[in-house]
């Protein structure tokens, strides 16, 4: 979190297909997916690398407003 108070980061994950017998299949590779929770009122910027942070992408800005 970059700065605000209006979101917590809920949690960060692995894309996965759960299967028909409860097995889930997921491929190997860094999280793709980051699950943000409203917590107030407000605005709050999130900084998020996207890919793989080995090969040095540039950070990314996502501003969320919670009404």
């Not at 979190?1 to 917590?8: D, I, L, P, Q």
């Not at 699950?35 to 992408?57: C, K």
Request: hydrophobic share 50%; glycine share 10%.
């Amino acid at each position: 979190m970059s700065s605000g108070s209006a979101v917590t980061v809920a949690g960060v994950y692995r894309s996965a297909i759960r299967l028909s017998d409860g097995r889930v299949l997921a491929p190997a590779g860094p999280p793709d997916v980051v699950v943000l929770a409203a917590a107030r009122r407000g605005a709050a910027t999130v900084q998020l690398t996207t890919g793989d942070p080995f090969h040095g992408l540039p950070p990314r800005e996502l501003v969320v407003v919670v009404a």
